[in-house]
């Protein structure tokens, strides 16, 4: 395989990992969306885009696979293909925590809907971005554009543990009428949800680092 050929194929690698990208960034909208308007259907289609973001893990693995073996890449190369192979795992993982998201609407549809909080709305733009930026981080390779992923799950987290003494006030208050209760609950584990996406994007933005500078450190 000549340096030309290699060159396309890591350049089909980046495209192929913002398509990865794009489609966790679509399942994130489709399943906060459906929470948002209520809608079951909606909530149904996120399942289609998890297998998507499936296939596309297996194609970017074995893109992987055929650049290490018939090009057998040295320094900085094989950082970029490897970290990318580790990246792809937690990408799976966001379009699952999606998922689990939409089944957690599609339950909620069955009573009558509580007020839900809007800090979720926050939470759930806050992590398509960062998800956006790791993916962009490591197509630019930006440690720079990765350390602010990662800085960014603070206020994930901090927002995860407004949503949470929200939530507790709610079941405190219903204890007895057993009215919004279950559906309060409901919304702790679909902020819990988006909580771990933010985690897989900070993941996915200390590989990046991986990836230029050859250390893998944990930044969050």
Request: hydrophobic fraction near 40%.
């Amino acid at each position: 395989m000549t340096r030309r050929q290699f060159d396309e194929q890591l350049a089909l690698l980046k495209e192929e990992l913002i398509e990865m990208g794009n489609l966790n960034c679509k399942a994130i909208d489709d399943a906060v969306g459906a929470l948002e308007r209520q809608d079951t259907e909606l909530a149904k289609k996120t399942k289609g885009v998890e297998t998507q973001v499936d296939e596309k893990e297996m194609e970017i693995e074995r893109l992987c696979l055929k650049i290490i073996l018939k090009q057998q890449p040295v320094a900085s190369d094989l950082l970029f293909v490897t970290s990318a192979m580790k990246m792809i795992t937690d990408m799976e993982r966001i379009a699952d925590q999606a998922v689990d998201i939409s089944d957690l609407v599609i339950k909620m549809s069955k009573l009558p809907y509580a007020d839900h909080l809007s800090e979720i709305s926050d939470m759930a733009e806050k992590v398509r971005d960062m998800v956006k930026k790791a993916v962009e981080s490591f197509v630019e390779r930006s440690t720079e554009k990765a350390k602010e992923v990662c800085r960014a799950d603070d206020a994930v987290d901090d927002l995860f543990e407004i949503i949470k003494g929200k939530v507790t006030g709610v079941v405190h208050k219903d204890i007895d009428e057993d009215t919004n209760g279950e559906q309060a609950l409901d919304l702790l584990m679909i902020a819990k949800y988006l909580e771990k996406i933010g985690d897989h994007a900070s993941n996915i933005a200390e590989w990046v680092i991986f990836s230029v500078t050859g250390e893998h450190k944990k930044l969050n």
